[in-house]
């Protein structure tokens, strides 16, 4: 549903010696999230070892004291609205920027340029 905050917990092995460091007290980002909600607050829990001990191991859930990632609604109403209907072979994609447009056009006042 959109809106629905959620984040992962991988369960595996703890063998930092050899890579593994799966935690489940740490709520991860989805990685392919295309929202996300919240911040960190740096909190001790945040981090996979204890303050001042930095080789045991810290099991203290991070989920209160970090970002957490968030479902979107991926369709688009586009309303009345319709698609160009222009074949590819007579379709030109043109990337413009702000900057790149207005930085130097002459009739724009300089505190306007580029922004």
Known sequence: MPGQRYGFRVYGPSAPEWGHRCNPAKLLL???AKAVSGQIDWHEAVYGYHFGRPE???DLDSAPHTMSSVVVN??????????PRTDYHRTVIYEAHVKGLTMRHP???DELRGT
């Open 74 to 83: 991926p369709y688009f109403d586009w309303g009345d609205d319709r698609p």
């Open 30 to 32: 989805d990685p392919y």
């Open 107 to 109: 009739e724009l006042p």
């Open 56 to 58: 045991r191991r810290n």
